[in-house]
């Protein structure tokens, strides 16, 4: 396989670092400053991930139970307040949505499951979407005779 010529934009193969992707993509050499994740909402969900990590560690610290302490007691005061200015109930429904349903959804079987032929498609960067030439790092080496 040849080498990149000069000036041309080369295809880097990454595994997303997201515990439960793991999807491979490519991105190329102008684009790779630390994307380490596939898509925007593996990117997300790791970043949600930290958060809670990081906001589990506060709420263990004696500053965290503090602060918990002083929310929850405006929220009740918040509450109180806000029963007091009731002045009139709502109704009651008598049928719940779910009910009417009967919960059983039916599998569509007039369609036999057919997938869909795979057509080649050059690789793509995910970050910019240009296609360029992808060069294997690890070439296959024929064996001698």
Sequence with gaps: ?????????????RACHEPHCHAPFFICSHCDR??????EDCRR???LRQ???ANGR?????????????RQREYRLRQQAAAAAV???GSISIT??????GGQVEADTSKPFSPEPVTWRPPRCRICGRVFRYIN???RIPQRK
């Excluded at 396989?1 to 193969?13: I, P, T, Y």
């Excluded at 719940?96 to 349903?101: E, F, T, V, Y």
């Design 87 to 89: 002045t009139d109930h």
């Design 58 to 70: 506060h709420q263990r610290s004696e500053e965290g139970r503090l602060d918990h302490r002083d």
């Design 96 to 101: 719940s949505p779910a009910s009417l349903s």
């Design 137 to 139: 790092p690890y070439p």
């Design 45 to 47: 969900q790791a970043r």
């Design 51 to 53: 958060r809670r990590c």
């Design 34 to 39: 630390g994307h380490c994740y596939c898509s």
């Design 1 to 13: 396989m040849a080498a990149a010529v000069h000036g041309e934009g080369v295809l880097r193969l």
